[in-house]
C-alpha cells in the first residue's frame, strides 16, 4: 500500500507493506470492504466507513492492479452537502419565482387586458356609446381562437347591429318630422280654404238678398244696380 500517515512503515518495507501486518483496524476493515465490493462492482466505488462515518471513493488504476482511495470526513461531505441543497433550493426558488413572474406576465397579456377591453366595450355600448365599439377605435381582441376572441365578435357584431339600428331609427324620425311638417301645411292651407269658401259664401248670400229686394221693387231706376249685380253673382259662382 501508500499511505500518506505511514510513510516511515512503507520506506522500511521498501515502499510495500502489506495491509494484515500493519496495527491499523480503520485501514483493515476498509481493505476488507473493498476486496467485497469489487467482487460485484469492478468499477469505481463510493463506500462509507461505517466506524468514523466518512465517505470512501476507490478506483482501480489499470496496469499495477493498484486502487486508489480517497477519504472524505463526514465534517467535509457534510458541509458540502449542506452547501450543494443550500444552492439547490436557491436556484430551485429562484425558478419558481421566474415562473410565476412569466405565468402572471403571460395572464396578464393573454387574460387580463383583453378581458378589460372587452369590458370597455360592454361599458360603451351600455353608455350609447357604440359608434366607437363599431368603427374598432377600443382594438378588441376579435382574432382570438377562444372564450375571449368569441366574446370580442360578439361585442362588435352587437355594436353594429345597435349603430345600424340607431341610424335608421334617426332616418325615420327625419321622415316623421318631415311629413308631420307638410301635414301642417297641408292643414293650414286647408284651413285657408275653409275661411276663403266661409266668406265667398257669406258674400253669395248677402248677393242674392240683395237680388231678392231689388227684384220686389224691380223698376227701371234700379235695372243697372240689378245687372250689376247679377254680373257679380255670376263671377262668384
Sequence with gaps: IAHPVHRPALAQARSSLPVDQM??????????RLREAVRTTPGPLLLPDGGSGALVAAARIEG????????QPS???ATDARVLVAWGLGLGALAVLGVVVWLGW??????????QRCEDAAVALGGGDSARVAAGAL???EGRDDEIGRLARALRQTAQQVDEAALQLAQRTESLRVAQTELHAA????????QALHIQHHALVDAYDALDRQGQTDSLSHLGDRMALEERLKRMV
Excluded: F, K
Design 23 to 32: 496495527d491499523d483496524p480503520a485501514l483493515s476493515a476498509l481493505y476488507r
Design 64 to 71: 499495477p492492479g493498484w486502487w486508489l482511495l480517497a477519504v
Design 75 to 77: 465534517a467535509h461531505w
Design 106 to 115: 403571460q395572464l396578464r397579456r393573454r387574460v387580463l387586458i383583453p378581458l
Design 139 to 141: 382594438r378588441l381582441p
Design 187 to 194: 292643414h293650414e292651407r286647408v284651413e285657408d280654404a275653409q
